[in-house]
């Protein structure tokens, strides 16, 4: 795709975004939001992340009748209110009339008028009357005159495509699909559409050549490379998982001609900022030219993430996120495509971007451009030039110490537009069950230090307020001031600024400002559980407050011996965090209990109840506590202590990753002495894909869960540690062949084969006998032609201090399976 005046490619990047429609529509009413004020709100948030680009799958069934009539009703109102407003910010858009689906996520479905309600998406694709619904309801779709703009779908400039329909999933033979392609396309382009019309073509793939002898423009795609619905945050080192986005029919002749876009993507459950842009590279490597994340939560219902819990994306409530995305569309722009980067890790530093797992970063720095996702020491050289600074947390040009983005851009010489936004805290894990009634995340207005150390502004700069209802100002002391959110004028000493709120600047008016931020009702603390740990060395334990006030003491009562706990400080760690260290002679063996007291303006309340009072107080109620195993140390060879636990099923199950339905993984309770165990049920045949029927079927069957945190933990006895050890059976088999590895840090795997029999036995490997093995992408991603294993081109040396994940797989070297077979797990560790 060129522009028509220019000629020059088209390059766009952005999200998906669904008010309009659906759960989003409906939930604005339960909570008596203003869907057009939220729509604007959201759009500048949009705009001040530098994207250029929406789509939507229009809900179809929500806006026609059963023969395919357009219904001009509310929600193809605020679907032509979102374009316009769009427009007002020179944004772009990409929409797909058709998506076939019901209205109900993550609610049952609501009864609605469409065609594809009375015939379902399987039928809409071959029933006669169907397709004649959708050619009447494409035609009229895109003669819809938007009135905001007063100007047709099919003549509007900023749309700058359309796709058919959302994900058709087509079953029928290439004539067939290819037919059914033509006759939506000739509807539309009997309305005199002369824009580019694209079609999906990452599903149903063996269809390939069908939907390139189709009259299309293009192809649209998806990916999701760690899987979707994990319901729980994914951890461990992702890169490898992103490292290319591989077609495997775009060589064909056909698509040669043809212009590739992405209509969805998300690295979904991951609430990490490092990986959006490495997504965004393999895109443009691939030839993609626009790309749209899914999906941005509306900010009214961002604090419950509850449109699409898998996903978790806002400015105001996932800062890191937001940042980590709009340096994604900086590589849209900036990357040429088919640009080469080569393999991970090597392809982690390109054209003035870098993404860094272990510091979970990514940042972009040029001399006019400096974001960063997280703290950072890089720094442009060419200060004179810096035109705009957008982060998180501290880098040598900007020090603040609150939870929220921050930008700067540069109005004149002298003179800089600073908007902060509230602090952000994840309260519970975001991508766990969710629902109106539970907040995973909330925002405060906090007093925060700003520093800014810019030759532009020099010391003793003016901070002067820009937004409505905003009289905050003041002067720096050298080059620190006290900030609050808001948007502000930041002028040199001296300097003689004449802008003002209503200025407009690019696409945005500087007094512009949305930081919604309610008062807090409640404490929330935040403690993550703990793996065992070793008796007789310290331990550090963590935990995150967010109280309507700040804390005057936050204090940590342990007791391993006796009822009486005794109390340590707990110390911050910067915002809303605590740490306090308990000493090894407190560290014996057994369990360890305790709780966490919050001190606030006198009163004193403990967790994890969330009781009034101490726990030295007599009437304190103790039947629930934190609790931590002191495990005995483990000494090496001969074993005296207690192993390294890397896998117990009782605990584990729920968090594996796996390549099979899960309904084939099951957990067993134990029988006497036994304990639980984890049964895999293995089929005698791997199904084909039905994504991809012709691809060669993979037999291997493989789990991975993460152990970084159980690692660490026992960190002072692993150079003691020799082998690597797996208790189960075979179950109905005589023998199973498996291979069991550990994951290290950068994705470098080093594994060995065991054989199972039908006796429950612990089979042991030297760790100095693990080879490099390749790594299986679990969660598998989506498309599904995407590479089922990685292998990292220069492995770090094998190092226990590395291992974050422990994977399990059925051996991939061994035949496939021929007979239904049970395989059944005790427990991986080390010893």
């Not at 619904?133 to 779908?153: C, D, I, K, S, W």
């Not at 895109?283 to 993609?288: L, V």
């Not at 941005?296 to 993430?305: E, G, I, K, Q, R």
């Not at 003179?415 to 969710?434: G, H, I, K, N, Y």
Request: net charge negative; glycine share 6%; hydrophobic share 35%.
């Amino acid at each position: 795709m060129r522009w028509g005046d220019t000629k020059k490619e088209v390059q766009g990047f952005g999200v998906n975004y669904t008010v309009p429609f659906a759960y989003a529509y409906r939930a604005a009413d339960r909570l008596g939001v203003d869907r057009e004020q939220a729509i604007a709100q959201d759009v500048y948030h949009l705009a001040r992340l530098g994207f250029d680009l929406y789509r939507v799958h229009v809900w179809d069934v929500e806006i026609s009748d059963t023969v395919g009539n357009l219904l001009d009703n509310d929600h193809l109102r605020l679907l032509d209110f979102t374009l316009n407003e769009l427009k007002k910010r020179g944004m772009h858009y990409f929409l797909t009339p058709i998506a076939y689906w019901p209205n109900g996520y993550p609610e049952p479905a609501e009864p609605t008028p469409g065609f594809a309600t009375k015939y379902g998406k399987e039928a809409c694709l071959t029933h006669p009357e169907a397709i004649a619904a959708q050619e009447r309801y494409l035609f009229q779709f895109l003669n819809h005159v938007n009135p905001y703009t007063g100007v047709a779908y099919k003549d509007d400039p900023d749309l700058i495509a359309f796709e058919v329909s959302n994900e058709p999933h087509h079953r029928g033979t290439p004539e067939e699909v290819t037919a059914f392609i033509n006759r939506m396309v000739a509807s539309m382009r009997r309305t005199g559409c002369r824009k580019p019309i694209f079609y999906n073509i990452s599903h149903s793939i063996h269809l390939a050549d069908a939907y390139a002898e189709a009259d299309i423009q293009g192809g649209t795609f998806q990916w999701y490379p760690t899987g979707l619905g994990a319901r729980h945050e994914l951890r461990g080192n992702l890169l490898p998982h992103v490292d290319a986005y591989t077609i495997p029919f775009i060589d064909r002749p056909a698509y040669r001609k043809m212009a590739q876009v992405v209509y969805e993507f998300d690295a979904a459950d991951v609430g990490r900022s490092y990986i959006y842009p490495a997504m965004a590279r393999s895109f443009r490597t691939a030839g993609m030219q626009t790309a749209t994340h899914f999906a941005y939560d509306p900010t009214f219902l961002a604090h419950t993430n509850t449109e699409y819990s898998t996903h978790f994306m806002n400015l105001v409530y996932a800062p890191q996120k937001a940042l980590s995305l709009m340096l994604a569309g900086e590589i849209f722009h900036r990357v040429p495509r088919h640009a080469s980067y080569g393999t991970y890790p090597a392809d982690t530093a390109f054209a003035g971007f870098r993404v860094s797992y272990g510091q979970d970063l990514a940042e972009l720095v040029t001399d006019q451009k400096f974001i960063y996702t997280h703290h950072t020491t890089s720094a442009p050289k060419r200060l004179q030039k810096l035109e705009q600074i957008a982060g998180w947390g501290r880098s040598p040009l900007v020090q603040y110490d609150g939870t929220g983005a921050y930008f700067l851009d540069r109005l004149e010489k002298g003179v800089w537009r600073l908007e902060v936004l509230p602090d952000a805290v994840w309260v519970d894990d975001p991508f766990s069950a969710t629902g109106l009634q539970k907040t995973v995340a909330v925002t405060r207005a906090q007093d925060r230090s700003l520093t800014v150390q810019l030759p532009d502004l020099g010391e003793g700069y003016t901070l002067m307020p820009l937004n409505e209802g905003n009289s905050y100002q003041t002067q720096a002391e050298g080059s620190t001031c006290t900030v609050r959110p808001g948007t502000y004028l930041l002028t040199r000493q001296g300097k003689q600024a004449k802008w003002k709120a209503t200025d407009r600047w690019k696409n945005i008016t500087l007094g512009e400002f949305y930081g919604p931020s309610s008062p807090l009702t409640q404490t929330y603390v935040r403690h993550t559980h703990t793996p065992p740990v070793s008796a007789g060395q310290p331990v550090e334990l963590d935990v995150q407050v967010v109280a309507p006030e700040t804390p005057d003491a936050v204090e940590l009562w342990a007791s391993t011996q006796g009822w009486r706990p005794e109390k340590i400080k707990m110390t911050p760690q910067g915002a809303y965090r605590y740490r306090a260290v308990l000493p090894a002679d407190q560290v014996r063996e057994g369990f360890l209990r305790y709780y966490i007291t919050v001190q606030c303006q006198g009163q004193a309340r403990t967790y994890p109840n969330d009781q009034a009072g101490a726990p030295t107080d007599w009437d304190f109620d103790r039947s629930s506590s934190y609790r931590l195993s002191v495990v005995a140390p483990n000494a090496g060879t001969p074993v005296a202590g207690t192993p390294v636990t890397l896998f117990n099923p009782l605990e584990d199950e729920a968090f594996l990753l796996h390549t099979n339905d899960a309904s084939r993984y099951q957990l067993l309770p134990g029988a006497g002495p036994t304990p639980p165990t984890l049964q895999l049920r293995l089929p005698s045949q791997q199904p084909l894909d039905p994504e991809n029927p012709e691809a060669e079927p993979i037999t291997d069957h493989s789990f991975r869960l993460f152990v970084g945190d159980k690692v660490a933990r026992r960190a002072a006895e692993l150079s003691t540690q020799t082998h690597l050890v797996v208790r189960g059976n075979s179950g109905s088999s005589a023998h199973c062949p498996v291979q069991v590895a550990l994951v290290l840090n950068d994705g470098s795997v080093y594994g060995a084969t065991l054989t199972l029999s039908s006796a429950t036995e612990a089979h042991r490997v030297a760790l100095a006998d693990l080879q490099p093995v390749a790594l299986v992408t679990l969660p598998r991603p989506y498309p599904t032609f995407l590479p089922y294993y990685f292998e990292n081109p220069a492995p770090i040396p094998f190092d226990l201090h590395a291992v974050e994940s422990v994977q399990f797989s059925i051996d991939p070297s061994a035949s496939a399976q021929t007979q239904p077979s049970t395989l059944t797990l005790e427990g991986i560790w080390l010893e």
